[in-house]
């Protein structure tokens, strides 16, 4: 848990350096130094699975397991980079890298501790104007059977199996099977099943496993061997070869319940008719595709303003966006279940993903500092819708708690560049002239 801070306990004295750059001489009172003491002991013990009883302490268990004789001294280290933060936020400072932090003795618990942080800021850049953009849009068209798709698979969740009489196995069939898998030699318990509904064609397993089975008769038993990349528990993937040894306990049929009324009534809590549900559904997925639409306006207007922008990108700014965009394009990657290598394969190779990328990490630098140039031309003030829309940003899932844990970090500083950002975003839709296309080229937003 967090220790709830009333206030900044650090001073922090600023100096102008050459190139730009600053220097703040920090120091943090014995107060401060204690908690974060505390807070980096408490992150040891939760990075080490550590669960201290009543019967022992946590400086016992370390000691115990760990052969750690002085917990305190093993987390002084980390203590400095936790009080970095707090400093920065005295003076509202971004960083476009991480600040290097020297000191001449590490901080001792219940001691005042004195360090020097060297800070690149965040450089002021200047518009070539600071109107409202002008730009011309799609008008927003709903899909009615974005609706209908979603009513479809109302049905999915009460699909059944039925049998059907024995005969051998089809393509597109669905057949109940046992089912015991070895991957590379090894049992495979993910799987390996007692009895469960297998649908050919469906894409669940590779295809050589479906054509193994296409021929089969009810009781018999087949060895299906092929080649195929494997996740493995880890999360890494590699090619592997599968033994499947399948038993076909029988055949099914598959049942879609008819929407209707009656059914609605029986099965969907809080509506009587098929009608209710279509009217909700349409609100709900009208709902979502508008917000989409207002997105991809506003992300037009950024790029208007964005060119704008004729400053020189700090080289950190640019290789820290450069990274955090190749990391999130890796993690995405991850999720389709393909080698990072064989995406990069498919786009056109190593030089077109970097070429996109360089592209993304420069324009979303340029957009942002176009943003930072508007909010402080205007003179605009951070309201709190701002400060939640950022926190939404952040964590949509649980904003409040993005808030208090910034806020109670030393970490203020960064949620206000978000939020400064979303009320420039602001002023900019309300200040410029947006013109719709086609039939509805005579509205304007």
């Not at 090619?239 to 029988?250: D, K, S, W």
């Not at 049929?253 to 969907?268: Q, T």
């Not at 979502?288 to 700014?317: H, I, M, N, T």
Request: glycine share 6%; with cysteine; charged share 30%.
């Amino acid at each position: 848990m967090r220790i709830l801070r009333k206030g900044l306990l650090v001073r922090a004295i600023l100096r102008k350096l050459d190139g730009g750059h600053v220097a703040l001489d920090v120091t943090a009172t014995a107060a401060e130094v204690n908690r974060e003491f505390e807070e980096a002991r408490a992150q040891f013990a939760y990075d080490m699975l550590l669960k201290p009883d009543r019967n022992a302490t946590l400086d016992e268990c370390v000691r115990e397991e760990f052969g750690i004789a002085d917990l305190n001294a093993h987390v002084a280290p980390n203590v400095p980079d936790r009080l970095v933060p707090y400093a920065l936020d005295k003076h509202d400072l971004c960083p476009i890298d991480r600040p290097v932090c020297t000191y001449s003795a590490p901080p001792e618990h219940g001691k005042p501790f004195e360090f020097v942080l060297e800070v690149v800021p965040k450089p002021v850049y200047e518009l070539s104007s600071y109107e409202g953009v002008d730009i011309e849009v799609d008008p927003f068209v709903f899909d009615e059977s974005l609706v209908e798709e979603r009513m479809a698979r109302i049905v999915d969740r009460f699909v059944e199996f039925e049998p059907i009489p024995n005969r051998p196995v089809r393509a597109g069939d669905h057949c109940f099977i046992a089912m015991n898998a070895r991957v590379d030699g090894a049992d495979e318990p993910r799987l390996s099943v007692e009895g469960r509904v297998y649908s050919l064609g469906k894409g669940f397993m590779p295809s050589p496993f479906d054509e193994g089975l296409v021929g089969m008769q009810v009781g018999e038993t087949r060895t299906i061997a092929f080649d195929a990349p494997f996740e493995k528990a880890s999360g890494s993937s590699a090619n592997a070869h599968f033994e499947c040894t399948v038993e076909l306990l029988g055949l099914r049929r598959k049942v879609i319940p008819s929407l209707a009324d009656d059914w609605v009534a029986e099965n969907m809590q809080g509506f009587s008719t098929v009608a209710q549900v279509r009217e909700s559904y349409a609100e709900e997925v009208e709902g979502s595709e508008r917000a989409a639409y207002e997105r991809s306006v506003r992300e037009q207007a950024l790029a208007a303003l964005g060119k704008r922008f004729d400053g020189q990108l700090p080289e950190a700014a640019f290789d820290n966006a450069y990274n955090a965009l190749l990391a999130d394009l890796k993690s995405k990657v991850r999720l389709t279940g393909k080698d990072f290598l064989e995406y990069v394969d498919e786009m056109g190779g190593e030089e077109q993903v970097d070429l996109a990328l360089t592209l993304r990490a420069q324009q979303a630098l340029a957009q942002d500092y176009s943003l930072d140039a508007l909010f402080r031309h205007h003179g605009l003030k951070i309201e709190d819708a701002d400060i939640r829309a950022a926190c939404a940003e952040i964590d949509p899932y649980d904003p409040e708690g993005v808030r208090f844990s910034m806020e109670q970090t030393g970490r203020g500083f960064a949620l206000r560049e978000v939020a400064a950002r979303h009320r420039a975003t602001r002023w900019l839709m309300e200040h410029s002239h947006i013109r719709v296309r086609a039939a509805r080229a005579d509205e304007e937003r």
